[in-house]
């Protein structure tokens, strides 16, 4: 199985239903690539389920099938956090301290799981998706937390969502714990 010794965290079924996706549709010549915007900051175990942890089983699932995690906060203490949270693993995490908005135009591979996880801005989610939009490919598999559907303009998302239906063909499915996946067949 998959995910057997995989760490505990919240939102289990979300992550692991993108990550079995974004593996199935990956190229075996290159490493795959994970990018999420906002780290795993808090050490209380509560946090494992309240703010999913995505850091560390993104980091985890890296270290096991050999791919890469970009993980990206403007806060040095939320990396630092992160950090201690995924010890296990860096050594398949780059933890990358600045302004998504700037960073992003520092990241020049391609993206196969992307995960839109920083403030709770749609401008912002909508800034970030632009600036990394050129990055994905036709299998990339992309999830917006805290998004309550592209229809309710609702939650960090919803801005992000709209452009991406406009620039290509991507099919959108709403997950458990106001969570949206995108992907295109």
Known sequence: ??????????????????????????????????????????????????????????????????????????????????????????SCINYITGDSTKTLHNISVLVDLMYFDSAMNPDLALEECKIIYPMFHKNTVVLFDDTYGVHKNKGKGYKAIKYMLEQSKWEIERLPVNQAMLYQN
Request: glycine fraction near 6%.
């Open 1 to 90: 199985m998959m995910f057997e010794d995989a760490p505990e965290c919240g939102r289990d079924d979300n992550f692991k239903k993108v990550l079995e996706l974004m593996y199935s549709r990956i190229r075996e010549d290159r490493k795959f690539v994970i990018l999420e915007t906002g780290t795993a900051f808090d050490t209380c175990k509560s946090a494992w389920y309240n703010d999913g942890y995505s850091t560390r089983i993104f980091g985890w699932f890296a270290q096991k099938y050999n791919g890469i995690l970009y993980t990206i906060d403007n806060n040095p203490q939320h990396i630092e956090t992160g950090k201690k949270i995924t010890e296990k693993y860096k």
